[in-house]
Nanobody, 126 residues
Framework: QVHLVESGGGLVQAGDSLRLSCAASGGTFSEYAMGWFRQAPGKEREFVAAISQSSRTTRYTDSVKDRFTISRDDARNTVYLQMNILKPEDTAVYYC???????????????????WGQGTQVTVSS
């Protein structure tokens, strides 16, 4: 089982940037597809971004395309979410998730990820 720890959240103003990190341990990180999800108060968890084990495939929800970038550093066992031009509607708890899957598949459904971190809060003020 992979242990995931998110960091990098905080309180920022609209238009600012943040970079979230998710450090993995307990597994072979380079063999995992990774995803970022978020959950705002009173709302269901939603998909944000995903990257395949191969790094060749990235997927984004439409609302963050051209603003967020997911990347991974297998040497550091870490996946990142660079968030630019933040908006108040980006306010949520952000979770990273992992799934063992070799190749170019980048799952976008939370049900496809067995391992999750504890989340990091991102608050964007207007």
């Amino acid at each position: 089982q992979v242990h995931l720890v998110e960091s990098g959240g905080g309180l920022v103003q609209a238009g600012d940037s943040l970079r979230l990190s998710c450090a993995a341990s307990g597994g072979t990180f380079s063999e995992y597809a990774m995803g970022w999800f978020r959950q705002a108060p009173g709302k269901e968890r939603e998909f944000v971004a995903a990257i395949s084990q191969s790094s060749r495939t990235t997927r984004y929800t439409d609302s963050v395309k051209d603003r967020f970038t997911i990347s991974r550093d297998d040497a550091r066992n870490t996946v990142y979410l660079q968030m630019n031009i933040l908006k108040p509607e980006d306010t949520a708890v952000y979770y990273c998730a992992s799934r063992y899957f070799l190749g170019d598949y980048a799952p976008t459904s939370g049900s496809q990820y067995p391992d999750w971190g504890q989340g990091t809060q991102v608050t964007v003020s207007s």
